[in-house]
């Protein structure tokens, strides 16, 4: 929902470039999906690759695992998920220069919107991953 959201918001801003408000979604709510767009921009180049290439097909295998009561396709929708989130997470990094120190500081984590859209994007993920495996795993152990 967040790529769709964000999808929707920049469609809208290039209808209405002078809206303060369109651009404040753009910049400060989704500013974590300008910059992983940029991230991906080296590699593939295509407008709203994010929602119709990863989010979607992810929904769908979702979606496929809800409908047909298989716990194989939301396991491995809930991990594609999990890469996803940890992508965006990475897509917030700044180019630094190169260190051999072992640290974290690299890591530019977003203040403001965005820092509660990439939390919320990963603490929901997180748990439904958590859940999804748990499901997965729960007939496994009964058998055992």
Not at 114 to 119: N, S
């Amino acid at each position: 929902m967040a790529t769709l959201s964000a999808e929707l918001a920049a469609r809208a801003l290039e209808c209405a470039p002078s809206s303060e408000t369109l651009w404040h979604l753009n910049l400060g709510v989704f500013g974590l999906f300008q910059r992983s767009h940029e991230a991906l921009s080296g590699y593939v180049d295509l407008a709203g690759f994010q929602l119709f290439g990863i989010a979607l097909p992810i929904f769908a295998l979702a979606c496929a695992g809800l409908v047909t009561r298989s716990r194989l396709p939301l396991a491995v929708s809930t991990q594609f998920a999990a890469g996803y989130a940890g992508f965006l997470l990475m897509s917030w990094q700044s180019p630094a220069r190169p260190t051999t120190q072992v640290a974290l500081g690299w890591i530019a984590v977003p203040a403001g919107e965005g820092f509660y859209m990439l939390t919320g994007i990963l603490g929901v993920t997180l748990l439904s991953c958590v859940i999804s495996h748990l499901l997965y795993l729960r007939p496994v152990q009964t058998d055992a």
